[in-house]
């Protein structure tokens, strides 16, 4: 991706701010402008210094264009004498008649000349010293003034370029975590936390710094480098074309190093990402790595990441260390291949060489230097580009993967031609299901689930049991869409979930996971998260029905206290059953407990599973469990076993301990546990 193509992805956020972008541009154009103001003032100041005060200096100027035109004037009265001839040759007529033509050019620069010292004679001379000293310190109290002003437009340009940025990169960032939120669960685990958050914070910063340079030093310093281009072109259009010849090799060379740069750098951010991922598994997992005490692992790990983003980041500057002396040579061979022919042409008295005409005049001093200044004057500023250039394709590279994340498509999407999805309460079917993980990759993944079948009535308590790996979790999780089927249909009440709004589907769902998540917040906000509607009299009422109002009291605020983050105040026990009351007080018609009775004591799973029989009238559950305990029993109507991926068994306990030899050994496996 080039740096234009680059550009033109993030436009659309960009472009909401055109107005400032555009006042941001014009100070640009300022900037240039005085810049090339300023080297200008070398030549008058040379001029002084050599030949006297200015008003010397005009009237110098006007006595030699005077002459100039006076000889040119005598020489073509000259060649109409010989072309009024008849003897002349045809050739030598043409020879005449050219030579003819370049003595009114001639003319007619000396008169466009003339009229500009004598404007200048008239307007501007009047306020200049005639003293030597002061006129030069005159120059320079201008250059002073105008390097101020300048300085200011700088200013102006890049405060209102820095606010255009910031408020991109707050808009891109909001705009990734919509599309975060808007994927589907399956994708967003497997971009991972460290890589996402690499592109929230590192690839956001590099395009952030990238936009700045874009919008500062970008856009500044190519009117610079026009603005002394052209005046040089001024000086002596002949000579400054000799200076471009090294732009093409200048062009190839930035060609080559881009796309090192662009490869680079995308190996550098993937190698950002994951320290990022070393790092989140570290502190996630910080109470195994103590226990077991493996924090020279984990610290060997970290370095060995951090030394492959070191010989990725080397290859950046190594890159960038041999641009800017290489554009500097160049440029110092495009000066040179034009200062030395005007030498020449100074020395010789001459405005040839090798019979090409380069000047048409012979040009002096302070003509020299003024080139000079303003070649070097466009040296500058392209060395100030290459300098920027590698930091620019580290921001292409981050925007090709911010607008990677941006561009991809969510696995589950909302239906075109939504159905109206009523409260549950007839039947839910599982109908040949077939499901198998996406890798990332085109390698095919083994089937998860592989034709399952089920009808669920409205009410029932269904316990899904089976051993790790038997797509028992994988299968309820299709209800709340986490991921589609690849095969097959889920229907409630006879409506596919695939027609209805998600919001619609999951509006009807309680779901406790096995990995229980508390949000830095107090108990009470924890628990309406499930329903932000629900009165305070409906969360007590769920809390109490989950067994949060057996540990409540002994808190210091109760409700308000705050739970830290992840729920790190409470014991495991305690955030699964605040999980629970949070799943509860949304009043589903699908209740899904996957593992939720796991870390609650004997007593609050009885508590609970009494609730349970009590939702029977108003909801469909789904419990999720290793193996099924006899106090569970009470509360199941049907137990389904799952076995590498198939459904192999449904019924009641009784009639699976007699036909089901694999749920006879995870029950007595759980009841020889208990006895342990």
């Keep these: 991706m080039s740096i234009i193509e680059g550009l033109s992805r993030i436009w659309p956020y960009v472009g909401k701010y055109r107005a400032r972008v555009a006042v941001s541009f014009l100070f640009a154009c300022l900037t240039g402008l005085f810049w090339g103001a300023n080297l200008s003032i070398v030549f008058p100041v040379s001029n ?10 005009v009237s110098g100027q006007l006595e030699e264009l005077q002459r100039q035109t006076e000889e040119a004037e005598k020489n073509i009265a000259h060649l109409d004498e010989i072309l009024a001839t008849k003897e002349l040759r045809e050739t030598e007529r043409v020879r005449r008649l050219k030579s003819r033509a370049e003595h009114e050019e001639r003319i007619a620069r000396a008169t466009r000349s003339i009229a500009w010292f004598n404007w200048a004679k008239a307007n501007i001379l009047p306020w200049m010293p005639e003293d030597q000293f002061n006129t030069v310190a005159l120059f320079f109290g201008i250059l002073v003034l105008a390097t101020a002003i300048k300085g200011l437009c700088i200013f102006a340009q890049n405060v209102i370029i820095g606010s255009v940025v910031e408020l991109t990169t707050i808009d891109i960032r909001k705009a990734c975590f919509r599309k975060c939120l808007k994927m589907d669960y399956q ?6 936390t460290p890589g996402l958050m690499s592109r929230f914070t590192y690839d956001l910063q590099e395009l952030a710094a990238g936009l700045s340079l874009l ?3 970008m856009a500044r310093e190519p009117v610079k480098a026009i603005a002394c281009i052209s005046l040089a072109f001024m000086v002596n259009w002949r000579l400054t ?12 060379m930035f060609y080559r190093f881009g796309r090192l740069l662009k490869q680079a750098s995308h190996r550098m951010m993937e190698s950002m990402s994951r320290i990022y991922h070393v790092l989140e598994e570290t502190f996630n997992a910080f109470r195994v790595v103590i226990a077991f005490g493996n ?9 060995r990441e951090n030394r492959t983003y070191y010989s990725k980041a080397m290859k950046i500057r190594i890159i960038d260390g041999i641009t800017n002396p290489t554009v500097e040579l160049m440029g110092m061979c495009a000066i040179f291949v034009t200062v030395l022919p005007c030498m020449y042409l100074l020395l010789r008295k001459t405005t040839t060489i090798w019979g090409v005409q380069l000047a048409d005049t012979p040009p002096d001093i302070p003509t020299l230097i003024l080139l000079y200044t303003f070649l070097v004057g ?9 300098s920027i250039y590698t930091k620019l394709k580290r921001s292409v590279a981050a925007a090709d993967r911010i607008t990677g994340l941006l561009d991809q498509e969510s696995k589950v999407n909302e239906p075109k031609l939504p159905r109206v999805l009523p409260r549950h309460s007839k039947k839910i079917e599982f109908q040949d299901i077939r499901f198998a993980y996406d890798s990332g990759t085109e390698e095919k993944t083994p089937d998860v689930l592989n034709n399952v079948s089920l009808s669920v009535e409205f009410g029932e308590c269904v316990v899904v049991v089976g051993e790790n790996g038997s797509g028992k979790s994988t299968l309820v999780n299709l209800l709340p869409r986490y991921y589609d089927p690849d095969r097959g249909r889920i229907l409630i009440d006879g409506i596919d979930i695939k027609q209805a709004p998600l919001k619609s589907l999951r509006s009807q769902l309680g779901v406790v996971t096995q990995d229980t998540f508390l949000f830095n917040d ?8 499930g329903n932000p509607l629900a009165t305070r009299e409906e969360i007590e009422q769920a809390a109490a029905t989950a067994g949060v109002d057996q540990f409540i009291s002994q808190l210091p605020k109760g409700y308000e206290t705050v739970v830290g983050d992840k729920g790190a105040g409470l014991s495991g026990g305690q955030r699964q059953r605040i999980a629970l009351a949070r799943a509860l007080v949304r009043k589903p018609s699908i209740l899904i407990l996957d593992e939720a009775t796991s870390a609650i004591d004997s007593q609050s799973e009885y508590h609970i599973q009494q609730a349970l029989k009590q939702f029977r009238e108003s909801c469909t559950t789904f419990i999720i469990t290793h193996a099924v305990n006899r106090s569970l029993l009470d509360v199941v109507t049907k137990i389904v076993v799952m076995h590498e991926g198939s459904l192999i068994a449904s019924g009641s306990h009784e009639q699976l301990l007699e036909t089901c030899p694999i749920y006879l050994n995870l029950f007595h496996s759980q009841v020889k546990q208990k006895a342990a």
């Design 187 to 192: 994708s967003v685990m497997r971009e991972g």
């Design 295 to 303: 924090e020279r692992k984990h610290r060997a790990r970290f370095h």
């Design 241 to 252: 074309i000799l200076s471009l010849l090294f732009v093409p090799m200048a062009g190839f």
């Design 522 to 529: 107090t108990i009470m906000e924890n628990i309406r998260y």
């Design 48 to 57: 002084v210094l050599m030949k006297g005060n200015m008003q010397s200096y």
């Design 378 to 386: 466009t040296v500058d500023p392209v060395r100030k580009l290459s």
């Design 215 to 217: 919008g500062g030093k």
